[in-house]
């Protein structure tokens, strides 16, 4: 009788819309998933590279006035009684990053406000200008200082860091606040018409006037209602709470401007304000005006906790919440993050550095920083973690939002986003190789990255497959082969595509190629009409794996597995629409063997950096 001949069994995954989960074995990953994605993006149920950073090439200006202590040998020309704007090329900026914010004028342009070494600039997001807007000495706060507040209420933006009296700015001019208008402080929210900031000390906060209470915008700056405790006054959380370190406010259709109550998180605890606008009337309410909403797991940072609709999500020390989830499982033996499909990434957070965290919702995107790293001239983060709402806006089928694991390429500061009724845009303030602040935009759609030295430069990602045991978990197989298919290739693109058997903590190489596309072409400058189209590639097939030396540990040759994860780093634009693996079966001994003790063994492997690109 002719022996049988080995049955071939094949497993893959076509389709990726739900996104990454690195919080289980990779065996028990759902099929639309993977096990985890570096720059990656999952729309379509594809898997692509993440949108591109642009870099902003952007001027230095400084508004000069007659008593400007600091004009420069390259600044003249200027009248003794008046000022100038004048800007100097494009130029980068240096020094203690301590804040950001963007600004939106009552025309609608849009800003971002820096405070740097303790002097304010404003970035112009049209005219790519970075002003100076501390004309005089007496507007410098201290430089050494690593973090700072703002929030911006009607026209009015107020600066705090915590030890100097605030500074104000109203779309035109710079200026300190006056003995009766709000004091010194840090964190603060503008919320139903009043700003509510946390005072130095960090457990008591209070608010300041009421929009036009006397007829006019400025009022929300005075405190001239803040006299004592039973109609105004201050609140405090108790000593046990941790303080103070972030307040907001999540969205509320039903009330006139769109807001709920007043959050103020603790690193132990969550505090609602409901506090009416009339500020009279508070010493006659029969209900609390502060009371517990969450006992466990507050925010640890002010700027990333922010709104998402009728939801406050935040850092804390456990990974990311969600405010209404958390509220949700109070009565639960157990009460989670959100977070738990990236927990190999907030695991890994410095949790003593997370108070710099920034967070936005951008794309429909929530974008968070991550992996953050101690500098003496500000924290910077070396990934944003990436939650994709995408998935629930069809109206034919709703699914929960999917994590697309963390984007790299940046050392961020601070991620801001800036809006107004023609759109809005994402920009990440960074830290360069040379030192410097940079501002790159995080468009929606680019293919690529672009830089000041390569306006194309190609984005490095990476993809992790779930782990494939072919149906048949205890079933001992040989990898023979695979296949990936992609479509939407642009330009050069390089493979590399690794895989590991079982539990083996390394990566051992597979295949290593290159595809090519053509899509444009110039010719001395000249550029023909041309109808070049992206290309697709239905199968890419992947040779046999090498014959690696057995594994010594487990006296093992490396194909013969029960499951096979794949790794894939890609180099460039195309989309991922479906892969597979190939094997064999193994006969097995179906007779007992005898274990013994074979002695201690090392096995030596690295598994792969996931900081391994520079947008740079």
Same mark, same amino acid.
């Not at 779309?171 to 919320?191: F, H, P, Q, S, W």
């Given at each position: 009788m002719s022996e049988r001949a080995p049955r071939r069994y094949t497993d893959g995954s076509v389709t990726f819309e739900g996104g990454i989960d690195a919080g289980v074995m990779p065996s028990e990953v759902d099929k639309n998933q993977v096990a985890f994605a570096v720059n990656a993006s999952f729309r379509q149920s594809f898997v692509s590279p993440r949108p591109g950073f642009v870099q902003k090439d952007y001027n230095l200006c400084t508004t000069i006035t007659a008593d400007n202590a600091e004009i420069t040998a390259d600044q003249t020309n200027v009248t003794a009684d008046g000022w100038s704007e004048d800007c100097y090329g494009p130029q980068s900026l240096?020094?203690?990053?301590?804040?950001?914010?963007?600004?939106?004028?009552?025309?609608?342009?849009?800003?971002?406000?820096?405070?740097?070494?303790?002097?304010?600039?404003?970035?112009?997001?049209?005219?790519?200008?970075?002003?100076?807007?501390?004309?005089?000495?007496?507007?410098?706060?201290?430089?050494?200082?690593?973090?700072?507040?703002?929030?911006?209420?009607?026209n009015f933006v107020v600066i705090q860091d915590g030890f100097s009296k605030p500074l104000i700015f109203n779309g035109t001019n710079l200026r300190r606040a006056t003995d009766d208008e709000i004091k010194c402080g840090k964190m603060m929210a503008y919320v139903n018409g009043r700003i509510w900031y946390a005072l130095p000390d960090g457990f008591s906060f209070r608010a300041t006037d009421i929009v036009y209470g006397d007829g006019t915008r400025a009022s929300v700056l005075k405190e001239t209602e803040n006299t004592f405790l039973n109609e105004g006054g201050d609140f405090a959380v108790p000593s046990d709470s941790g303080g103070i370190t972030a307040m907001a406010v999540p969205g509320n259709p039903d009330t006139s401007l769109g807001q709920g109550p007043l959050l103020i998180f603790t690193p132990r605890y969550v505090f609602s304000v409901q506090a009416p606008t009339d500020r009279d009337t508070w010493k006659n309410l029969n209900y609390p005006i502060q009371a517990i909403s969450l006992l466990t797991s507050g925010a640890l940072g002010s700027r990333s906790a922010i709104t998402v609709n009728g939801d406050v999500f935040y850092r804390a020390v456990d990974g990311v919440r969600s405010?209404?989830?958390?509220?949700?499982?109070?009565?639960?033996?157990?009460?989670?993050?959100?977070?738990?499909?990236?927990?190999?990434?907030?695991?890994?957070?410095?949790?003593?550095?997370?108070?710099?965290?920034?967070?936005?919702?951008?794309?429909?995107?929530?974008?968070?920083?991550?992996?953050?790293?101690?500098r003496a001239d500000g924290v910077t983060h070396q990934a944003l973690m990436v939650l994709d709402f995408d998935l629930i806006t069809s109206m034919r089928k709703k699914f929960p939002p999917a994590w697309a694991g963390i984007w790299t390429g940046l050392n961020v500061l601070q991620i801001v986003k800036t809006e107004n009724a023609y759109g809005d845009r994402c920009f990440s303030i960074a830290r360069g190789s040379d030192g410097s602040i940079q501002i790159w935009? =995080? $468009?929606?759609?680019?293919?690529?990255? &672009?830089?000041?030295?390569?306006?194309?430069?190609?984005?490095?990602?990476? +993809?992790?497959?779930?782990?494939y045991n072919f149906e048949l978990p205890f079933g001992l197989k040989r990898l023979d082969s695979g296949d990936i298919f992609i479509d939407s290739l642009e330009g050069n693109v390089s493979f590399n595509v690794e895989y590991r058997p079982d539990q083996y903590p390394g990566w051992l190489e597979w295949a290593?190629?290159?595809?090519?596309?053509?899509?444009?072409?110039?010719v001395t400058g000249l550029c023909p009409l041309t109808n070049f189209q992206p290309q697709y590639r239905p199968k890419m097939r992947l040779p046999t794996p090498a014959d690696i030396p057995c594994n010594s540990t487990i006296s093992?040759?490396?194909?013969?597995?029960?499951?096979?994860?794949?790794?894939?780093? =890609? $180099?460039?634009?195309?989309?991922?629409? &479906?892969?597979?693996?190939?094997?064999?079966?193994?006969?097995?001994?179906? +007779?007992?063997?005898?274990?013994?003790?074979?002695?201690?063994?090392?096995?030596e492997a690295c598994d792969i950096n996931p900081l391994f690109y520079t947008s740079e």
């Amino acid at each position: 009788m002719s022996e049988r001949a080995p049955r071939r069994y094949t497993d893959g995954s076509v389709t990726f819309e739900g996104g990454i989960d690195a919080g289980v074995m990779p065996s028990e990953v759902d099929k639309n998933q993977v096990a985890f994605a570096v720059n990656a993006s999952f729309r379509q149920s594809f898997v692509s590279p993440r949108p591109g950073f642009v870099q902003k090439d952007y001027n230095l200006c400084t508004t000069i006035t007659a008593d400007n202590a600091e004009i420069t040998a390259d600044q003249t020309n200027v009248t003794a009684d008046g000022w100038s704007e004048d800007c100097y090329g494009p130029q980068s900026l240096t020094g203690t990053f301590q804040c950001a914010l963007p600004y939106i004028g009552d025309n609608g342009q849009t800003f971002i406000l820096m405070l740097i070494s303790g002097k304010v600039w404003l970035y112009d997001c049209l005219q790519n200008n970075a002003q100076n807007l501390t004309v005089s000495p007496s507007l410098e706060n201290p430089s050494n200082l690593l973090d700072g507040w703002m929030v911006q209420a009607e026209n009015f933006v107020v600066i705090q860091d915590g030890f100097s009296k605030p500074l104000i700015f109203n779309g035109t001019n710079l200026r300190r606040a006056t003995d009766d208008e709000i004091k010194c402080g840090k964190m603060m929210a503008y919320v139903n018409g009043r700003i509510w900031y946390a005072l130095p000390d960090g457990f008591s906060f209070r608010a300041t006037d009421i929009v036009y209470g006397d007829g006019t915008r400025a009022s929300v700056l005075k405190e001239t209602e803040n006299t004592f405790l039973n109609e105004g006054g201050d609140f405090a959380v108790p000593s046990d709470s941790g303080g103070i370190t972030a307040m907001a406010v999540p969205g509320n259709p039903d009330t006139s401007l769109g807001q709920g109550p007043l959050l103020i998180f603790t690193p132990r605890y969550v505090f609602s304000v409901q506090a009416p606008t009339d500020r009279d009337t508070w010493k006659n309410l029969n209900y609390p005006i502060q009371a517990i909403s969450l006992l466990t797991s507050g925010a640890l940072g002010s700027r990333s906790a922010i709104t998402v609709n009728g939801d406050v999500f935040y850092r804390a020390v456990d990974g990311v919440r969600s405010f209404i989830i958390a509220r949700r499982s109070f009565n639960d033996w157990g009460n989670t993050p959100i977070s738990n499909e990236i927990l190999n990434i907030t695991d890994n957070d410095q949790t003593n550095l997370l108070w710099a965290s920034s967070a936005v919702v951008f794309d429909n995107r929530l974008l968070m920083t991550g992996q953050p790293r101690y500098r003496a001239d500000g924290v910077t983060h070396q990934a944003l973690m990436v939650l994709d709402f995408d998935l629930i806006t069809s109206m034919r089928k709703k699914f929960p939002p999917a994590w697309a694991g963390i984007w790299t390429g940046l050392n961020v500061l601070q991620i801001v986003k800036t809006e107004n009724a023609y759109g809005d845009r994402c920009f990440s303030i960074a830290r360069g190789s040379d030192g410097s602040i940079q501002i790159w935009e =995080i $468009t929606k759609s680019n293919k690529f990255d &672009s830089n000041l030295s390569d306006p194309k430069k190609e984005i490095r990602w990476l +993809v992790q497959t779930r782990a494939y045991n072919f149906e048949l978990p205890f079933g001992l197989k040989r990898l023979d082969s695979g296949d990936i298919f992609i479509d939407s290739l642009e330009g050069n693109v390089s493979f590399n595509v690794e895989y590991r058997p079982d539990q083996y903590p390394g990566w051992l190489e597979w295949a290593d190629w290159s595809e090519c596309a053509i899509v444009d072409q110039c010719v001395t400058g000249l550029c023909p009409l041309t109808n070049f189209q992206p290309q697709y590639r239905p199968k890419m097939r992947l040779p046999t794996p090498a014959d690696i030396p057995c594994n010594s540990t487990i006296s093992t040759p490396t194909r013969n597995l029960y499951e096979v994860q794949m790794s894939l780093t =890609i $180099t460039g634009y195309c989309r991922i629409k &479906s892969i597979r693996v190939h094997a064999y079966d193994v006969q097995e001994s179906a +007779v007992g063997e005898c274990r013994t003790f074979q002695g201690c063994k090392v096995l030596e492997a690295c598994d792969i950096n996931p900081l391994f690109y520079t947008s740079e």
